[in-house]
Every structure is written in C-alpha cells, then in structure tokens.
C-alpha cells in the first residue's frame, strides 16, 4: 500500500508539473474553413501554421514560452466565425491567424477587436478588413482593388475587340473581385457585354451557360471560389463552349483541377508570385515536401503570418496585442515570402500579382503580361 502511494504521489507530481508546463506555453490559433466548401484554402492554412509553429518552438520559442497552436474553424460562414473569434478572444489568446474568406475575416475582425486579439490574415482580399480603421488588422496579401487592376490589364491587353462576361457569387470576396474587375476594365474604356450574379453553393449553371453562349463570350471572368468555377467550366464544355475562364486567388487549389478534369487547360487566375520558387521558402518548402505536403496556396503565407506575430512579439518583449501592432506597423520583417512591411492600416506595402495558367495536367504556372 505504501509503495501505491508513492507512485500515487510521484504520479500527482509529474501531472502537476506538466500542468504547470503546459500553463507556461502561449497560445495562438489559425481560423480558416476547415470543413465545408473552402476546406482546401483550411487545410493550407493549418499546414502552414503548424508548420511555422514547430519550427518556432524547435528554435526555443518566444519570450522563452512554447507556442500552442489551436484550431478554428469557421466553415467560411460569417456566424461561425463570428463565434470562433468571441471563443478565442474569451480565452485571452493574443494572436489569431485568420480568417480566409474576407466574409469571415471582417466580422471576426469585429469580435477581435474588442476582445483584445491581434488579427493578421494570409487571405482576405476585401479592402473593407483594412478600411474600417481597426487597430488590430493586419494581412500578409494583397487586395482586391490590385487584384482586379491585373486582371483587367490582362482583358484589356488579350481580349481587345472580343467579348467579355463578369460573374460573382454575392459573396464579400466574389463580388468585390469582381466589382474591382469591372471597375478597372471600364476606367480603361473597355465594357464588359454581360454581368451576372450566382448564388455560392449552386450546382447547376446550365442557364448562365447558355446566356454566354447566345453572347458569344470569349471570357468569363469569375468573381468567386473554385468549387463553382469549377462546375461553370465543366458545363461551358459541356455545352461546346471554348470561352476561358479566368477568377482571382480563390483558384489556387490542385483541388480545382480535380473538380474540372483535363478541361482546366488554359484557364486564368490572379495570384501574387509563387512563394515556393522564393529563396527566402526553400529550406522550408524542402520541409514541407519531406512531409509530402505540398505548399501550395496560402500555406506559405500562413507561415509568414506567424513569422511576423513571432519576430514582432520578440521585438516588443510582451504579446500585448496593442503593442505587438504598433511593432509589426513600425518595422520590417524576414518571411518566407521575404522582406514584409506594414503601413498605418495593416496593409502590405509591396503587391503584385500575376497571372497564372492551368494545363491539362492539373498543374499552373505564372504566365508573362502579354499570355504567351
């Protein structure tokens, strides 16, 4: 009995102890859509912060303290996140990378605010997330009003004289895209011959396909999420339409290719500068792979999401949120996606996005300003 309770006391001890080790560890969380449509876009965003998580701790932490990373997900409902961030910010954590449909980030960003979170997003494009002077926002991409500025030199460059439709999905990010989109073809003098809405979640775009094909549209660009634009392509040839199909960031998924099949050959998309081909992402790229991962996407700019919270929190020796932010707007910082810098709002101070080409493969590659 005696030697029961002694392994009984040494027992309470070690648990004791580990509570208390686990007490020391600061936690952070990523929120994305980690079921649901998007899931993909989830899926790249925890594969960067866990990655990005375990390579901080591997090198000793922050302020001495172990990182513990948490899991939201948001399911890219704007309730849900709403609720994801009011859980986070309850529990006093000091930093959320999130979310990724700018539908989620916005009223999160709310939730966060008030709750005392620091908030950088590697995804949403929305201007609205950076222009409602909140003192916690920041994101590692760009915007929509650049996006749409590319991808409408592209039309105007390629498709001067053909006709052209614009398609969003009512959502934040889908009808931003595409309202920017617009907005940019027209100031260039070119106007778009059909602009039409859809619902996200739809199936059938049978009807839509038909209106572009009795137009003649030549391209179809896209305001939306890969799953719908998917299904789109795959009903235009269905139909024997050849018209491309080009959207924005929300393509940048392999998944989209196995929603399409070889049809995917030739469609666009609007994304910044592959990441993996960056020097400063190899020797993390190699570490992905050997994982089987690739980091496609927003995974690599999850990590630089981190990277920034981590270095700032380092220079500012406190996870204060409030003093985090003026330490990350003040300084310039070494990520995976190189040198990032803020300005006043929390937005990046260096864009550019390119344009990208799918093949029949299923893989995409950056293409020069001209299309060739």
């Known amino acids: 009995m005696k ?10 001890a070690s648990l004791a102890l580990s509570t208390t080790a686990l007490a020391q560890d600061i936690s952070i969380a990523v929120a994305g859509p980690m079921t649901g449509g998007e899931s993909a876009f989830g899926r790249q965003m925890k594969n960067g912060a ?3 998580v375990a390579d901080i701790n591997a090198a000793g932490g922050v302020l001495g303290k172990k990182l513990a990373l948490q899991i939201g997900d948001d399911a890219c409902d704007p309730k849900q996140a709403r609720s994801v961030a009011e859980k986070f910010a309850s529990a006093k954590i000091p930093f959320v990378a999130g979310h990724f449909c700018s539908s989620s980030s916005i009223p999160a960003s709310e939730a966060y605010a008030d709750g005392n979170v620091l908030q950088i997003t590697p995804a949403s494009t929305n201007p609205l997330f950076t222009e409602r002077k909140l003192w916690n926002v920041a994101r590692v991409c760009g915007r929509d009003d650049q996006q749409g500025l590319v991808a409408a030199d592209y039309i105007v460059k390629n498709y001067k004289g053909k006709n052209v439709a614009i398609l969003n999905d009512k959502t934040t990010y889908g009808k931003g895209l595409a309202d920017e989109t617009k907005k940019a073809l027209n100031k260039a003098g070119f106007t778009e011959k059909m602009f039409e809405s859809y619902n996200k979640g739809d199936k059938d775009f049978n009807s839509i396909v038909s209106r572009l094909k009795r ?40 998944e989209f290719a196995s929603i399409t099949g070889p049809a995917a050959e030739g469609t666009l998309f609007t994304f910044g500068p592959d990441p993996r081909n960056k020097a400063t992402a190899k020797a993390i790229v190699e570490k992905f792979k050997a994982k089987n991962i690739d980091p496609e996407g927003y995974t690599l700019y999850t990590y630089a999401a981190m990277q920034v919270w981590t270095q700032a929190v380092a220079k500012a020796k406190t996870t204060d949120p ?39 493969k299923g893989n995409y590659t950056e293409i020069n300003p001209k299309g060739s």
């Open 3 to 12: 030697s029961l309770k002694l392994i009984g006391l040494a027992l309470g």
């Open 50 to 52: 866990e990655q990005a």
């Open 215 to 254: 137009d003649n549209i030549d391209l179809v660009f896209v305001g939306g999420y890969h799953q719908e634009a998917g299904l789109i392509l795959r009903q235009m040839r269905d139909q024997g339409l050849k018209t491309v199909l080009m959207a924005g960031d929300a393509m940048n998924d392999k």
């Open 322 to 360: 409030k003093k985090v932010m003026e330490t990350i707007k003040a300084g310039d910082w070494d990520t995976v996606l190189g040198k990032l810098s803020f300005d006043a709002k929390g937005d990046i101070k260096v864009i550019d996005y390119v344009v990208y080409k799918w093949d029949a």
